[in-house]
């Protein structure tokens, strides 16, 4: 048996000096985690990165940490951070990943990401936000009466994607996006005026060059279209078949809570073309009606309200197919129901979804007028 | 000392089965049939399990015949001693190929997810403690353990059910895009993911209940082809058809978007958990391979043969540091062999037995 004691002894002596995991542990002290990442362009079009970080420190006196600086790739500026920063730079934690307008400006931006999704690390869930303007205006803004900047941008984002305004666009999403060969990515955009705010979507092209902008509410149409509706979506629309849109007090119009939204679309071939016809059915509740009660009966408000979505959503639409972006991802139920077809123009769906007849029809039953006649 | 001959429930039966098919196949296996058939894959997956069962009956089969020895004493008895020997380590090769090779392949992922800074000669020093208590046991003690890890793990199919939320059914249509042959193509590589009912040659003759062999290999297909098809399924609704076959692993990065108020970054824990899954397919080939070499020596004890084989499996990955593609390809020519002993195997012996006795009753 002294041969099995002397193995067992052994075998302890050797696992004690293997104790893997325990010689390079590091407290969260010394880390320095970055929460919002930025990729940016100067004005000689370099590359530019920065992060921001919080301090956990009492004697510092701002707690949170802000650096930018030239790097050549992603991954290259680290060395660069690890030494600005106090702890080790990990991007573990990345809430917001802030892209500046000028990058989008150039196709082929999107393989700078390319270590974001290589390394395991990185979380795909960090949100990637648009800001027209040049990032370090967002990243070293500090507000003073805002909790600090990472979570602030996050929630900001997040709500809204709760009240159907902002895109999900998640690094998850904006990877599925840029490879699917029937849709065109679309983020969500901030902008740093007085305060760092919300402004709606930008639209890229397939390959990620910037094309357009959209604001919140029509922000909410596309979100219709693709039949993405969150929690809540309310719309506030201008009755213009009431006339007199102007005066102090804006007296046609309407605000409406969704409570319900379904979009189906018909999609069929003919003649050469691609032919999508949109049905949506909504179901709504006032909260808002500024002309009086008499003007006009349920059913006529139901009227007015349908010509109005189908106004705006055939007009959203028409500039999709005039700037040759599918934002909506109709390329996806084209390769669904029209496969045969949809393999022809797979490489240059922009083109044929530019050609398809889209077809909107809205219909609307307003389920309550709210407490008040 | 003679201890009471070990045997198998039929849960126990079942799980071994379905735990040695399960494996690592299964982070790959949406990139892989749909590199074949796109979105169609998964078809591919369910005609595998249909070749796989028929496989697995037949085994089940070929065993009836000699129901008191595992497939080593049917071909002794059948064939002679020699064609019994080339048996034994041909079976021992290859479990013991497939043992190792999934063995680093489970240290391999533990280093690219979890522990990055662990050399993976370590990883496997380590791992081999726990294999080499489970393994110098018994086959009942292995049964128990597939047990306990299935339902240990199950509960981490309801992850895969949560990112579905972004998902996009209409990936899936149409159906039959490019017609059948891409679908037989993706046969061919969804195949392998089901290799490892042949062990049951082994397990047979352990089982309590043998009635109940042929309904338990049924129930341990049939469970696999279940979890196969909602990670398939999952993965293809999730990624872009046109994206899915960029990941290497998409079964885990579907997993990377959970995220609760409580806990980020979910697909580390599932992964420590998923350990487990990849125990259950090493700890049996462990096993079988032992055996095989011990009947060969003709020792009662295998616990020997275990230390010499985590030995060899240590020294191999410092003398040759594995990396992924090196590991992969091992894999697949060592899947390649499986197929033979897996599908044409049991046929040709199955078709010789058959003969065999029509001989003998026309003799009578």
Known sequence: MRQSR??????????????????SHVPLEDLTISLILGVDLDEKNNLVISESSPVFNQDAKQNIESYQLKAETVRDSRKYFDALATGEVTAAKIQVLLIGKRVLEHEDWFPVLDTVYRNPTFSLNTRVVVVDGPVSDVMFYVPPDKPQMPLHLKEVIDKNIDRTRAVIST???????????????????????????????????????YVDTIDAQNS???????????????????????????????????????????????TSYNKGKFDFKYQIAMTVNVAERLFPAGRVNQKELEKMIEKELKNRLEDMVKKFQANKIDPIGLGIHARAYQYEQYKKVKPHWDEAFAESNIDVSVDVRIKSMGAVN | MKMAKPTLTLPQYIFLIHGVQMGVGVLTLPRETAEAAGTDGWIGIVLSWVLATAASLIIIQVMKNYPKGTILDLLRHYF???????????????????????????????????????????????????????????????????????????????????????????????????????????????????GGFEIAFFLYPFLQKKEKASMGIVIAN?????????????????????????????????????????????????????????????????????????????????????IWLLIIAFVYVVLVPPTFDQNKLLQRLIEQAGMVLAFAFPLCIWAYLLILRNIKRRGN
Request: one cysteine or more; proline letters at 3%; aromatic letters at 14%.
């Open chain 1, 6 to 23: 002397l193995v067992q002894a052994s075998l302890f002596v050797f696992l004690a000096a293997m104790l893997t995991g325990c010689g």
């Open chain 1, 220 to 266: 909410a149409f596309l979100l219709i279209l693709r039949d993405e509706k969150k929690q809540e979506l309310t719309l506030t629309i201008p009755m213009t078949s009431l006339g007199e849109g102007g005066g102090i007090f804006h007296k046609n119009q309407i605000s409406f809570d969704v409570s319900r939204v379904k979009t189906d679309v018909k």
């Open chain 2, 80 to 194: 002679g001693k020699w064609i019994g020997i080339a048996g034994t380590i041909l079976f021992s090769l290859y479990f013991g190929i497939m043992a190792t090779v999934i063995f680093i392949r489970e240290a391999l992922f533990i280093q690219a997810w979890i522990l990055p800074r662990t050399e993976v000669y370590i990883l496997i020093a380590l791992l081999s403690i726990p294999s080499y208590l489970i393994v110098r046991k018994n086959i009942t003690i292995l049964g128990r353990y597939s047990v306990l890890v299935f339902f240990m793990t199950v509960w981490m199919m309801i992850f895969f059910i949560i990112p579905l939320k972004q998902a996009q059914w209409l990936h899936l249509l149409p159906l039959l895009k490019e017609g059948w042959q891409p679908i037989l193509d993706s046969v061919g590589t969804a195949l392998f993911s089901f």
């Open chain 1, 171 to 209: 690094l998850q999403v904006l990877h599925r996006q840029m490879y699917e060969s029937g849709m065109t990515p679309s983020l969500s955009v901030i902008k740093k005026e007085k305060d760092v705010e919300f402004t709606g979507v930008v639209l890229l092209d397939k390959k990620g060059k």
């Open chain 2, 222 to 306: 049939t469970l696999t082809l279940f979890i196969y098809l909602i990670i398939t399924i999952g993965a293809f609704v999730f990624f872009s058809p046109d994206e899915i076959t960029i990941y290497n692993e998409p079964s885990i990065v579907m997993l990377k978007i959970l995220e609760f108020r409580f806990i980020e970054r979910l697909e580390i824990v599932f992964f420590a958990f998923y350990l487990f899954v990849i125990s259950v397919t090493v700890l049996p080939l462990m096993y079988m391979t032992v055996y095989c070499t011990s009947q060969l020596a003709g020792e009662e004890n295998h616990r020997r043969h275990l």
